[in-house]
């Protein structure tokens, strides 16, 4: 079977970047390994960005008497409060300059749904909701996913999760990812990426 190849760029935005408000230590430095993978003979590449309205559940300011960090139950499951963060249309929500979106073949926005988070590029926070990236993918013969940006520890890790669920051959880029490492999030996915298959990779190790 012949293999093809995408590479998804999650979550690349100024908010995750030093400066933004949900600044991902070392978040800079993926900058310009995800700016050179892009570069790269892809059959597909998909970049995504967290887009949520103003008065989005995951934002603690929006729920009374509760901070950033706090846990609050949702009707599908616990859900970690966050500040405000890539409000649709501001500059946080928007692309480092560095990082040009002109080899993207397709941008995929998240979270729009002000009740349910989004952290993979597939699927809602919950469970259901789906994208429709794995049906793009299968429609165009791709049958390896590369996953990489920000955050490792929470969409890029989703992503990877649910591209292995569906049957993608799947790879995380570790030195063009940076993790936030919260309560040991970023430890809980690695047993999940082990636990599915998923392979590591560096940007050197990629041929094309
Ligand atoms: C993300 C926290 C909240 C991410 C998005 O892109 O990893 N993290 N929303
Ligand atoms: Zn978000």
Redesign the pocket.
Same mark, same amino acid.
């Given at each position: 079977m012949q293999r093809k190849r995408a590479l998804i760029v999650? =979550?690349i935005?100024n908010d995750?970047l030093p400066g933004g408000v949900?600044a991902?230590p070392s978040g800079a430095a993926v900058i310009g390994k995800a700016a050179e993978l892009m570069e790269g003979a892809w059959d597909a590449v998909v970049m995504t960005q =967290?887009w949520h309205p103003k008065d989005h559940v995951?934002f603690a300011a929006n729920n009374p008497g509760k901070s950033e960090g706090d846990m609050i139950m949702l009707p599908y499951g616990e859900q970690i409060l966050?500040p405000v963060?890539?409000v649709a249309g501001t500059s946080g929500a928007a692309f480092p300059g560095r990082l040009s979106d002109r080899n993207a073949d397709l941008i995929i926005r998240k979270?729009r749904e002000r009740g349910i988070?989004s952290?993979s590029a597939f699927c809602a926070a919950d469970g259901k909701t789906l994208t429709g990236l794995a049906g793009w993918l299968e429609e165009r013969g791709i049958t390896d996913v590369y996953v990489c940006?920000?955050?490792t520890?929470?969409?890029?890790s989703y992503t990877a999760a649910d591209a292995a669920n569906a049957g993608f051959r799947t790879f995380v880029i570790t030195d063009a990812s940076a993790a936030?490492d919260i309560g040991g999030s970023l430890k809980a996915a690695e047993d999940t990426w082990r636990k599915l298959g998923i392979s590591t990779v560096t940007t050197a190790e990629i041929e094309y």
């Open positions: 999650v =979550d935005q995750f949900l991902v =967290d995951s966050w963060h890539c979270g988070d952290y940006g920000l955050a520890d929470f969409c890029v936030i």
